[in-house]
Each structure stands twice: as structure tokens, then as C-alpha cells.
Nanobody, 124 residues
Framework: VQLQASGGGLVQAGGSLRLSCAASGFTLDYFHMGWFRQAPGKEVEGVAC????????YNTSSMKGRFTIDRDNAKNTVNLQMNILEPEDTAVYYCAAERHSENCSLNGISYEYWGQGTQVTVSS
């Protein structure tokens, strides 16, 4: 069972990145999926999640306006499209999966499986 996050990189403020999370060893159809991030010196923060049925939740209105989480069950991936990036978005981004809750959550403690993280750096 493995989650592999990719797509991070260095981008200027105002730019875009698309993160992808590929699952192996299990089928994402049965899992709620979340994206989390951890900036240097800060705690892990929920960014967005998508439920098994496709319902989306974003942590802040800013994230909701700039980020889009979606899932491609055929490819067994979950993606996070990030637009109008800001230096404050600089962090290591993690994807995670869980299946026991009624709906997806932005609380990381709910999640069973975690990817290794991908670095996003936004320069001003």
C-alpha cells in the first residue's frame, strides 16, 4: 500500500502547480482523500479533501478560490490544482487516504495512509 505524491517545484508568485497523488496496492474508490501541507516551523495543515462520493472541502476561502481537488478513479489518482500561488503556500505537501469516516476530513489524525510529500516553493 503506497501513495506517491508528485508535481511540486519552484514557481513564482501568481503561478500554478498541479500536484498528483498516485495510489498503488489499493483502490482509491473506497477512500476519502486529503491534501495536507507543512511549512517550515509550522504544524501540519489540512488543505483540501474529497470524499468517496466526490464532495469537496477546502480549509480556507482563499484555498477554495485558488485550489481545486479532484480524483480520477480510472487512473487511481487524486490531484490538487493550485493557481495564483503565494509565498505563504510554500510547504511540503502530502496526500493521505482514509476510509472509515462518514465524510472526508481536514484533520490528519483521521488518515491511515500518507504519501512521502512533495516540496512546493513559491518565490516572491
Amino acid at each position: 500500500v503506497q501513495l506517491q505524491a508528485s508535481g511540486g517545484g519552484l514557481v513564482q508568485a501568481g503561478g500554478s502547480l498541479r500536484l498528483s497523488c498516485a495510489a498503488s496496492g489499493f483502490t482509491l474508490d473506497y477512500f476519502h482523500m486529503g491534501w495536507f501541507r507543512q511549512a517550515p516551523g509550522k504544524e501540519v495543515e489540512g488543505v483540501a479533501c474529497i470524499s468517496k462520493s466526490g464532495g469537496r472541502t477546502y480549509n480556507t476561502s482563499s484555498m477554495k478560490g485558488r485550489f481545486t481537488i479532484d480524483r480520477d478513479n480510472a487512473k487511481n489518482t487524486v490531484n490538487l490544482q493550485m493557481n495564483i500561488l503565494e509565498p505563504e503556500d510554500t510547504a511540503v505537501y502530502y496526500c493521505a487516504a482514509e476510509r472509515h469516516s462518514e465524510n472526508c476530513s481536514l484533520n490528519g489524525i483521521s488518515y491511515e495512509y500518507w504519501g512521502q510529500g512533495t516540496q512546493v516553493t513559491v518565490s516572491s
